[in-house]
């Protein structure tokens, strides 16, 4: 197994080993491993439809990969479901936000708390019997609006998530993954819809969170050059199979890579429609 | 602070009139009133429960009318003193063990709850896993199962000739104090952060889950706990008529109850409240449609059922014409009241026995 280059001493925290996953005959994933090290922020890429967010969703539980397995933090996270997964510190956003949209962004956020909160609902029925269950209630409202103020979005806490700009919606995503207090991070393509200076900003942003909240990072990006300042190492996908994987230069001059980029002259559709609707 | 203050003091006031209401209404209003405001609490709890369910936590279940059923009965059977029941029992005799079953009033009313919990749990657990529209079709289909098992169970429930004589326990004190009892729970429930748990598995399962929610147990317990109130809702509505039968659990039980909900607001406190208000009152009004009428030399013979029509009718054109009812999914504030309030003091107190 390859390790990221000069990364060889660090903890690998997520292995994914010969992780395939068929729909039907399409290989949406082959044979794919990575190896994803402690603290690092990675990226993989590839053009439409390649199985990015297919992999996302194996991780996170909302697929069973078809062969191979998937360890976090050396436990086995193949089966889990995809709670399970968020409660072992792995969280996600997705490539087309799903926030809560008829809740505040505050509430967004505390939602995200829940997975960590120790107190049972019942015991908030009788504030006078459970004091500690009706403060930890005041505790997660209070590090909820903490942790929008370090996203830049206090201001909104009380607006209705619907109502904020597209920016401020995918900020608000991390946020509410970050709630959920994850030790590693999973960002479904964070800069779409993004020109490439928002995008710049937004990653170099995300390295940012990674220092404050000691996370690995692993995104999806479409735009190449978006990814290649701000990823330490990147595997690259097309159709389904791992083509390269390395640090940015290596990733940059490799011939197939700019083949897969480039050799597709159409751009790929949203693919073929499954059985059931795929998780973006 | 001060806003606080100022709705603990419009909360208290408010309880005391309707405590004054209560006290006043029995020796002043006729029996005919009395079980109209009777009937609005009881069906305010049967509001909220379904809409525990169906509005906060998005489970379409048309359940609830097989739930008061279980709840009215179990009351009933508990209460009945044994020589009731002996000469009750024409057509089969009673259980012998179901005899010389008794419980107080109120124990009866928790095992109501307690037992309409348990099966709703039990079709809970296979149906929820389905997900979706299965609910919807699965409850329609256990509320009959229910109401047929009723019907042919002489030996302990007398069958279709049901059950006379129940003691007449619920009085507006005993209606109103469950209501507000109902009303706490769901106030409290919906502010903690398990409210916002409800609602996340409603607008966004796969969301939810993401965020390390379990959706199936979260629906479960949503939907176990809104049985709970159905079974209650049942159990007061039988000690409030006296009578029970099956005929009384119908469809179309349910069908208003989901008016009360989808009126008031699918998700607001609030809305269910004034959806009972609205849709008990309708009820009884529309009740002259049925009677036979006489104008000028028309006879028009009274038709039963029409008010039901008249009914669904009216729950077609709200789900047409105004969706989200009359309160949305928003919830009284004395706020409203006081346009200009405190900035930065986001009251979130909500008015009783409003
Ligand atoms: N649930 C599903 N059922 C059937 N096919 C699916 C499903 N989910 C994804 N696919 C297919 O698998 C392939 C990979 O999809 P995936 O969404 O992972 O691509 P992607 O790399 O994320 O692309 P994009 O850049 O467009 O987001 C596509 O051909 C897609 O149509
Ligand atoms: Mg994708």
Redesign the pocket.
Known sequence: MKNPEGKAAQNIVLKIKDVTLR??G?V??GDLSMNVPEGSITGLI??????????F?VITGF?KPTKGSVDFMGKPLTGLPPHKVCEAGLSRTF?NIRLFHNETVLENVMIGSYVRQKGRWWQNLLPFVFPAALREEREIRAGSLELLAHLGLAEQADAVSSSLPYGAQRRLEIARALATRPKFLLL??PAAGMNPQESVELLNFIRKLRDDFDLTILL?E?DMKVVMGVCEYIWV?DR?LLIAEGSPETIRTNPQVIEAYLGKDAP?G???V??????? | MKTKIRNGILNLLSLGVLVYFLWWAPGNLDGYKLRIINLIAINAILGLSLNLIYGMTGMFSLGHAGFMAIGAYVSALLILTPEQKVTMWILDPIAPWLLNFHTPFIVSLVLAGLAASFLGWLIALPVLRLGGDYLGIATLGFAEIIRILIVNLTPLTNGSLGLKGIPAHTDLWMSYGCLLVVLLFMIRLMKSNFGNVLRAVRDDEIAAKTMGIDTFQTRVLAFVIGCFGGGVGGALMGNLITTIDPKMFMITQTYSLLMVVVVGGLGSITGSVIGSILVTTLLEWLRFVENPVTIGSFHIPGIPGMRMVIFSVLLIVIIIFRREGIMGTREFSWDWFFPTGAPGEKSETKGVGQ
């Open positions: 729909f039907g399409l949406a994933v590839g053009p439409n439809g390649a199985g990015k967010t297919t992999v969703n697929y490539q479904d393509e999806i479409h996908l389904g790929v949203d693919g073929p499954g059985a059931s609707p795929p998780v973006q």
